[in-house]
């Protein structure tokens, strides 16, 4: 599992519009943090296929992405990619109850939501309409703080307005969310738990809230809603073994990375399969630095699913963080074989080559998984050093430069971004990746200078 920081507008092109628009600096602090861990992403899509083939959206290309944050959130940014916190996933306590949250996000790239509110932000021509839609895609993704900075100045009155179409576009993914877990023979009643978990998260009485300044019902008309589809349309979930193995399998993994070692070991026991309760030992001893426990409690877990290619890679992770290179490359070897298409394996792997002393076949690996995703700045950082180790200097500036962008640090992106330019060939496709983000660079300069 590793920790990446992320840009919210995760392209260099969309980095540039973003700087020609002269909004940069405040989009800039909305970056995220993720949590990339291939077994855990796997078992969500696992979780979501379902509901987004009832939902009419390519299962193949959806993804789901684990935000390292603590609270009771999930949102989208784009059509391709749902985004949830890790609190969320350890709050709910049924896989009905995260497939609703699933069904939720879905329904706002079916209902054609995203696209209405880009369109919001693109009509606003004025300062204090762009602070305005700012601060809505920004409350919407959950930064609750920048939200309010952003719309400082902003009318009240427009706030009102702009949010109590928020609202109903919220009541409008529910109802369609109720819809895509029926067809997919999922319970509906996740999504009355759900909102009721949900309200629990409250703070203010309902009395207190004023239901035109919230980006979503109040709960309790949530919760209404939901019995009420219930009553009228039945419910067609039945329970599924594999969606109750994968969410157990999620939570276990994630609990063991975020909650500290004694507390995972102290529940264990509890745990129903055999296998995830042998990969949260393993994950808490490796964070105690027991590398002898860790590794009995990982091989223990391959014992039961030797073909598991996560548990593998899991062990590869292990052993490369105790700078068992050679053990480590062939784990993440076996994992490779078992899923050629897996980004985080692919990167774990280059990684493994490149500590073994094995440049050139590294940057093969990295490259593979590049092209698979193109959004993991520690690939980016690995890449950079494979580029540095091969001679390619050109190279290696301008992924450092891509990584800064994509992390939102224009003014480091800028200094490296300027050196690929300087080394690359002029023209060459690498070139102009350089030339972009320096215009995002400059962009955000001239902004700075205005001030």
């Not at 576009?169 to 999504?191: C, F, K």
């Not at 050679?326 to 078992?338: E, I, P, Q, R």
């Not at 690939?379 to 580029?387: E, N, V």
Request: glycine share 6%; proline share 4%.
């Amino acid at each position: 599992m590793s920790f990446d920081r992320f840009f919210r507008l995760a392209s260099i092109p969309a980095l540039v519009v973003c700087a020609l628009l002269q909004f940069a600096a405040a989009a800039q602090a909305a970056s995220i943090s993720l949590l990339r861990d291939p077994d855990i992403e796997h078992g969500l899509n696992r979780l979501a296929a379902p509901v987004f083939r009832a939902a009419g959206l390519n299962a193949n290309r959806m993804r789901i992405l684990l935000v390292n944050d603590s609270s009771f959130n999930a949102f989208v940014l784009d059509s391709r990619t749902i985004f949830v916190h890790y609190g969320l996933i350890l709050k709910v306590t049924s896989p009905e109850m995260l497939q609703a949250v699933i069904a939720h996000e879905a329904a706002h790239i079916t209902n054609g939501h995203l696209a209405r509110r880009m369109q919001n932000l693109r009509s606003a021509n004025s300062a204090a309409g762009l602070g305005l839609a700012l601060s809505v895609l920004a409350a919407a993704a959950g930064a609750g703080e920048a939200a309010g900075g952003i719309a400082i100045g902003t009318q009240n009155s427009a706030l009102r307005s702009f949010l109590a179409h928020t609202r109903a576009e919220e009541s409008s993914a529910d109802r369609s969310a109720a819809d895509y877990l029926n067809r997919a023979g999922i319970s509906p009643q996740g999504l009355v738990d759900l909102h009721k978990a949900f309200a629990g998260q409250e703070v203010l009485s309902t009395r207190s809230q004023d239901p035109y300044t919230r980006s979503h019902p109040l709960s309790r008309d949530r919760i209404r809603a939901a019995q009420a589809y219930l009553a009228a349309h039945g419910d067609k979930g039945q329970a599924s073994p594999e969606a109750q193995y994968w969410f157990a399998r999620v939570r276990g993994k994630l609990s063991a990375f975020t909650r500290a070692p004694k507390w995972t070991l102290r529940r264990v026991r509890e745990e129903q399969y055999k296998d995830v309760r042998l990969i949260r030992e393993a994950a808490a001893y490796h964070r105690q630095n027991n590398l002898k426990k860790a590794l009995k409690a990982v091989n223990g877990a391959l014992s039961v699913r030797p073909s598991d290619p996560f548990y593998h890679e899991l062990k590869g992770q292990i052993l490369i963080e105790n700078r068992q290179w050679n053990a480590a490359l062939a784990a993440y070897g076996k994992a490779v074989s078992l899923a050629p298409r897996d980004a985080l394996i692919l990167t774990g792997y280059g990684r493994a080559q490149l500590a073994a002393g094995q440049p050139k076949a590294a940057l093969k690996s990295m490259e593979r998984a590049r092209a698979i995703d193109f959004r993991n700045p520690v690939l980016l950082r690995d890449m950079s050093l494979a580029y540095a180790k091969t001679g390619q200097t050109g190279m290696a500036a301008l992924v450092t430069a891509e990584r800064y962008a994509l992390q939102g640090r224009l003014d480091d992106a800028g200094i490296h971004a300027k050196r690929a330019v300087a080394q690359l060939p002029a023209g060459s496709p690498a070139a102009r990746r350089a030339q972009d983000v320096l215009v995002a660079y400059e962009q955000a300069q001239k902004r700075k200078r205005r001030k």
